[in-house]
């Protein structure tokens, strides 16, 4: 299989700050993700991702897949940016494209 | 356009006994997925159908199964449930399947193995 680390595990942030989460990988992959799961279990798609930059709002993702590793940035943090983010990869082995999600890094924004 | 739809939402079950869930994608969407969420083992991918064939299998025993139907509907059972089932069993719809494309999960169904 292939091994995906994410850090910090857990983040405390003051309502306004920013914040950049990190999600390594062990082998070449196909696919990333970045997930955001509320506090009822919803997981919300945030980027497709396999490499590059890309912005949304308040959030950017980069991935550089040479070097096995993608940042997702949290500007500006609200209170609603609460919850778990995931990162999730895919890679082929055995015959299938497998999808691995990483331990998540629970995120408490703090009025 | 509808999300994806996950039915029952929250389950009580008995060891030994048998559940089945059931996952309705996004319209369009050809491929369905399935995870498994515990507090200890974190996500875990269990299957993942794409024109009612499994196409991709996560490392579970036997007992967890499911299929697609022609509507792109799928169900996933698990028999002979035992204490460590208890999780949020999440699915996922995409268009053309996990490679290269977006993933859209459901809101998940809370089972309680007891």
């Known amino acids: 299989g292939i091994q995906v680390e994410q850090s910090p595990p857990d983040l405390i942030l003051q309502e306004g700050a920013n914040s950049t989460l990190r999600c390594n990988f062990s082998?070449?992959?196909?696919?990333l993700q970045w997930f955001h799961q509320n506090p009822w279990g919803q997981l919300i798609n945030l980027f497709y991702?396999?490499?590059g930059t890309k912005q949304n709002g308040r959030l950017s993702a980069t991935t550089v897949a040479t070097e096995r590793y993608s940042l997702l940035y949290i500007s500006s943090s609200q209170t609603t940016d609460s919850g778990v983010y995931f990162c999730?990869?895919?890679?082929?082995?055995?015959?299938?494209?497998?999808?691995?999600f990483g331990s998540g890094t629970k995120l408490n924004v703090k009025p | 356009k509808a999300g994806v739809t996950q039915t029952p939402r929250y389950l009580i079950k008995t060891r030994g006994q048998q559940v089945t869930l059931s996952c309705s994608p996004i319209?369009?969407?050809?491929?369905v997925s399935w995870y498994q969420q515990t507090p200890g083992q974190g996500l875990q991918f269990l299957f993942e159908?794409?024109?009612?064939?499994?196409?991709n299998k996560g490392n579970f025993p036997g007992r967890f199964s499911g299929r697609q139907f022609s509507n792109s509907r799928s169900e996933m059972n698990v028999s002979t449930l035992e204490l460590g089932d208890s999780a949020l069993y999440l699915c996922a719809s995409s268009l053309a399947g996990q490679n290269g494309n977006t993933i859209y999960f459901g809101e998940g169904s809370w089972l309680t193995v007891v």
């Open positions: 082998d070449s992959v196909n696919n």
């Open positions: 999730a990869v895919e890679h082929y082995e055995d015959n299938f494209n497998k999808f691995y």
């Open positions: 319209s369009g969407h050809r491929s």
């Open positions: 159908y794409f024109s009612e064939t499994q196409r």
């Open positions: 991702i396999p490499s």
